[in-house]
């Protein structure tokens, strides 16, 4: 069983930043993808960005890309989101996510997910 918990969220004014944190436990992780989704009031859940944890491979979604950046910290467990430049469309309940062989911008193919955390960027 892997816990997955988000921390970082918050209220920002447009062009702020925000870096957000995933502490994972329960498992090694050096196999697993971690990622990052999105989702919106009446909106669905939105691919951000990956990491595969053992290579640092990473991946972002069109909309995010050149704004946020996602990396980890092996000691730590932790997986990490930097989010610049944020917009007022960057508004949503952001979610960490792991899985063993997922396929990267879907969300039913990673196994485990955190509680969320609310991002809220004012304009």
């Known amino acids: 069983q892997v816990q997955l918990v988000e921390s970082g969220g918050g209220l920002v004014q447009a062009g702020g930043s925000l870096r957000l944190s995933c502490a994972a436990s329960g498992r090694t992780f050096p196999s697993y993808t971690m990622a990052w989704f999105r989702q919106a009031p009446g909106k669905e859940r939105e691919f951000a960005a990956s990491i595969k944890w053992g290579s640092g491979d990473t991946y972002y979604a069109d909309s995010v890309k050149g704004r946020f950046t996602i990396s980890r910290d092996s000691p730590k467990n932790t997986v990490y989101l930097q989010m610049n430049s944020l917009k007022p469309e960057d508004t949503a309940v952001y979610y960490c996510?792991?899985?063993?062989?997922?396929?990267?911008?879907?969300?039913?193919?990673?196994?485990?997910w955190g509680q969320g955390t609310q991002v809220t960027v004012s304009s």
């Open positions: 996510a792991a899985g063993l062989r997922p396929t990267t911008q879907v969300s039913w193919t990673y196994d485990y």
